[in-house]
């Protein structure tokens, strides 16, 4: 986990309310991943950003949007559209944005409820 | 595309013994090919990776893999399991200029005393 925090560790979600979820990296990495994770499921990307200020679509990116205005920071808002929030969210940020090589490295995650 | 297949959801093994957790891969061309371990309400941690060269690949905390080419294969080992090896572990593919990395279902690893 060391080198990317997620903030916070839980978060809980009203019906209608859209809620951001942070990660920060120092690892001086280009590229960052967001994931969703269910139970059984494995790991779904939603989004992913190999430089500063792009960002793409992964497989499940419906109701979520995100932004990457600084090198070491890649926010999530879950919006209201996403209508089965509950998850286990995971960013992840790697070295090169040209390396499929490249090993990916996770922050510890944060758990979101809906009340 | 490429996936990944775990078979086994769950894996029991005595302290002591070998432990196997097994995936097998499909992709297009060479294939990139990853082991993560996860503890409860944990990220994700590396283990190791196969990116090209000897098909036995060492990694962390005395973990190993094998790729195997003709059989898609990409096993993780080790020799003698510890308690503390109990977890989830994900294997995971990416093929080569592709920035996708297609994760397992996960298999849980129980280590009995």
């Known amino acids: 986990d060391g080198g990317i925090t997620q903030s916070p560790k839980y978060l809980f979600r009203k019906e209608g309310q859209n809620v951001t979820l942070s990660c920060e990296q120092n690892?001086?990495?280009?590229?960052m991943y967001w994931y969703r994770q269910d139970p059984g499921q494995g790991l779904r990307l939603i989004y992913y950003s190999q430089i500063v200020n792009d960002f793409q679509k992964g497989d499940i990116a419906e109701g979520y949007s995100v932004s990457r205005e600084k090198k070491e920071s890649f926010p999530l808002t879950v919006t209201s559209a996403q209508k089965n929030p509950t998850a286990f969210y995971l960013c992840?940020?790697?070295?090169?944005?040209?390396?499929?090589?490249?090993?990916?490295?996770f922050g510890p995650g944060t758990r979101l409820l809906v009340l | 595309a490429q996936s990944v297949a775990q078979p086994e959801d769950q894996v029991n093994v005595a302290e002591g013994n070998p432990l196997t957790v097994k995936c097998t891969y499909s992709?297009?061309?060479?294939?990139?090919l990853f082991w993560y371990v996860q503890y409860p309400n944990r990220g994700l941690q590396f283990l190791l990776k196969y990116i090209t060269g000897d098909n036995l690949v060492k990694g962390s905390y005395g973990f190993e893999a094998e790729f195997n080419k003709s059989q898609t294969s990409f096993h993780l080992k080790k020799p003698s399991a510890l308690v503390s090896d109990s977890a989830l572990y994900f294997c995971?593919?990416?093929?080569?200029?592709?920035?996708?990395?297609?994760f397992g279902a996960g298999t849980r690893l129980t280590v009995k005393p």
């Open positions: 995971a593919v990416r093929r080569y200029n592709n920035n996708d990395m297609r």
């Open positions: 992840a940020s790697s070295m090169s944005r040209a390396g499929a090589w490249e090993t990916q490295y």
């Open positions: 690892l001086n990495h280009d590229a």
């Open positions: 992709v297009s061309g060479n294939p990139y």
